[in-house]
């Protein structure tokens, strides 16, 4: 057994990166969304990027993020779009250790911070964000295009 290690996406993730995509997202993401998302995530150019944490020679946790200028800051923004790790792995570290390893990246190419969205009732979410981030409370409203 081999210790955990996080990498970037690469090409040859796709077979294991599709399953824990689909579950997070329950199912519901379209075959096109799916597609577009992996061409964003493995395209250099692309202000999309991934993660995975690679344990017992299988990818175990993802983590995407994009990047983007934003007002009041120089610095680009990182919004950490979608952490999950597999059930089968979960309570081991594995999403502080993705997290962490985002900062690492974000302070080495001197983002000005990372912000994400959680669900209120994902409880393990909101038990570990609380100890990673400072939360605000400003309530988020969608318009639908």
Not at 108 to 114: E, L, T
Request: charged share 20%; aromatic share 10%.
């Amino acid at each position: 057994m081999t210790a955990p290690f996080i990498q970037p996406l690469t090409a040859t993730d796709y077979d294991q990166w599709r399953p824990l995509w689909e579950e997070n997202n329950e199912g519901l993401c379209a075959s096109d969304v799916t597609r577009e998302t992996w061409r964003r995530l493995i395209d250099p150019d692309s202000p999309v990027h991934g993660l995975a944490l690679h344990a017992n020679a299988q990818i175990a946790g993802i983590l995407h993020y994009v990047l983007h200028p934003t007002t009041g800051q120089i610095a680009p923004v990182c919004y950490m779009q979608d952490v999950f790790i597999r059930p089968d792995h979960r309570r081991k570290g594995y999403a502080r250790a993705l997290i962490a390893e985002l900062a690492h990246i974000g302070k080495q190419k001197g983002w000005a911070r990372i912000y994400w969205l959680a669900d209120s009732r994902n409880e393990a979410a909101q038990t570990l964000y609380k100890t990673l981030g400072i939360r605000l409370d400003f309530s988020l409203h969608v318009l639908p295009l």
